[in-house]
């Protein structure tokens, strides 16, 4: 249930946006999410409508842009994977280095102004 | 902004920015202390309580021990903590899986801590949710009971790629239990080349005043 708090930091963080910025309503809001964060899209939205309700960005839509894992392979060099992993996706070198993929944040809102 | 049209409102917000803050608070305020702070997670009934008192035991008389415990529901873990004659607060999250550090925050505000020297934050039983959100600690413990099985860090990465210690316990189960301790070794080294590994049996004793003496030298180490 960690999309819970996730959903509301999202809901303040683009109620404060619009506030801001004088827009009357927030019909889309584009994430950033690693994959390393293990947030469920769909859960996300569900609560996310759910927290909305009666706020200017009710029936907002998320849509999430999924950021992957960095992978450095002694190897064969830099690849980008979709979970974390313990071998290289391409070569099974076990020798990797794997960063990123920890990405949390809010891009951009779309708004009626 | 025209009214009556539509527009696009660039951000680029960190999502976690108020939680980020308050960590930094509290980092801040342990610091300005002296105070050195462990962050506890491990699956439920892993053992985070049980090392608590096993600390608490091995400085009894000394002071300077301070415990937060964090669960969705009850007191129980801080009616345990309380016995040893420890400040201890309890933090209820209620629906939420793991401990915000804006409520950490407002908790260590409430207390006294001008004789702490080492805060022991007792996370919310998961591997998912606490490995997300840094509550200004020191140092990060992940315990891993064997009962558990060997392949957790492969299923809850973050945990074990952001831990500074792993504490593998309830070794004593080890012969009537399926867990290749090498394989979470090895699984736990590629997450984090430098994360320090424990094994440990609380029942026996197996393993524990290692681990207690290297908890008890990263404290000293922070000491100015």
């Given at each position: 249930m960690h999309e819970l708090g996730v959903a509301n930091d999202i809901l303040g963080i683009a109620l404060s946006e619009a506030e801001r910025n004088a827009a009357?309503?927030?019909?889309s809001i584009r994430l950033r999410v690693g994959v390393m964060r293990a947030v469920e899209p769909e859960n996300l939205s569900f609560l996310f409508g759910h927290l909305a309700r009666g706020t200017p960005a009710e029936g907002a839509q998320l849509e999430i842009v999924e950021e992957p894992v960095r992978i450095e392979c002694a190897a064969c060099g830099i690849s980008e994977a979709r979970s974390f992993t313990f071998a290289c996706p391409r070569c099974n070198g076990p020798d990797i280095s794997v960063t990123g993929g920890d990405s949390l944040s809010i891009l951009s809102l779309d708004v009626d102004t | 902004m025209e009214a009556g049209g539509n527009a696009r409102i660039e951000v680029e917000r960190s999502i976690l920015e108020s939680a980020d803050e308050a960590a930094t608070a509290i980092r801040a305020l342990l610091s300005g202390q002296e105070i050195y702070a462990l962050n506890l997670i491990s699956?439920?009934?892993?053992?985070k309580t049980t090392l608590i008192e096993a600390l608490l035991a091995r400085f009894d008389g000394k002071g300077g021990i301070a415990v937060v415990e964090g669960d969705i529901e009850t007191e129980i873990d801080a009616e345990r903590i309380r016995k040893h004659g420890v400040q201890v607060r309890q933090i209820n999250t209620r629906s939420s899986c793991h401990i915000q550090p804006s409520r950490l925050l407002s908790v260590l505000r409430e207390m006294d801590l001008s004789k702490t020297r080492l805060l022991l934050v007792e996370n919310v039983g998961n591997l998912v949710c606490p490995a997300e959100?840094?509550?200004?600690?020191d140092a990060r413990v992940v315990l891993l009971s064997v009962?558990?099985?060997?392949e957790k860090p492969l299923k809850y990465p973050l945990v074990f790629r952001t831990s500074d210690l792993l504490v593998i316990t309830k070794t004593d189960l080890l012969p009537y239990v399926m867990f290749d301790v090498d394989r979470v070794r090895r699984a736990a080294r590629a997450a984090n080349p430098a994360v320090e590994i424990f094994e440990v049996s609380a029942t026996t004793g197996a393993g524990m005043s290692a681990l207690l003496d290297r908890i008890e030298a990263m404290r000293a180490a922070k000491k100015k």
């Amino acid at each position: 249930m960690h999309e819970l708090g996730v959903a509301n930091d999202i809901l303040g963080i683009a109620l404060s946006e619009a506030e801001r910025n004088a827009a009357k309503k927030v019909t889309s809001i584009r994430l950033r999410v690693g994959v390393m964060r293990a947030v469920e899209p769909e859960n996300l939205s569900f609560l996310f409508g759910h927290l909305a309700r009666g706020t200017p960005a009710e029936g907002a839509q998320l849509e999430i842009v999924e950021e992957p894992v960095r992978i450095e392979c002694a190897a064969c060099g830099i690849s980008e994977a979709r979970s974390f992993t313990f071998a290289c996706p391409r070569c099974n070198g076990p020798d990797i280095s794997v960063t990123g993929g920890d990405s949390l944040s809010i891009l951009s809102l779309d708004v009626d102004t | 902004m025209e009214a009556g049209g539509n527009a696009r409102i660039e951000v680029e917000r960190s999502i976690l920015e108020s939680a980020d803050e308050a960590a930094t608070a509290i980092r801040a305020l342990l610091s300005g202390q002296e105070i050195y702070a462990l962050n506890l997670i491990s699956s439920p009934g892993s053992g985070k309580t049980t090392l608590i008192e096993a600390l608490l035991a091995r400085f009894d008389g000394k002071g300077g021990i301070a415990v937060v415990e964090g669960d969705i529901e009850t007191e129980i873990d801080a009616e345990r903590i309380r016995k040893h004659g420890v400040q201890v607060r309890q933090i209820n999250t209620r629906s939420s899986c793991h401990i915000q550090p804006s409520r950490l925050l407002s908790v260590l505000r409430e207390m006294d801590l001008s004789k702490t020297r080492l805060l022991l934050v007792e996370n919310v039983g998961n591997l998912v949710c606490p490995a997300e959100v840094p509550l200004g600690e020191d140092a990060r413990v992940v315990l891993l009971s064997v009962t558990e099985g060997d392949e957790k860090p492969l299923k809850y990465p973050l945990v074990f790629r952001t831990s500074d210690l792993l504490v593998i316990t309830k070794t004593d189960l080890l012969p009537y239990v399926m867990f290749d301790v090498d394989r979470v070794r090895r699984a736990a080294r590629a997450a984090n080349p430098a994360v320090e590994i424990f094994e440990v049996s609380a029942t026996t004793g197996a393993g524990m005043s290692a681990l207690l003496d290297r908890i008890e030298a990263m404290r000293a180490a922070k000491k100015k």
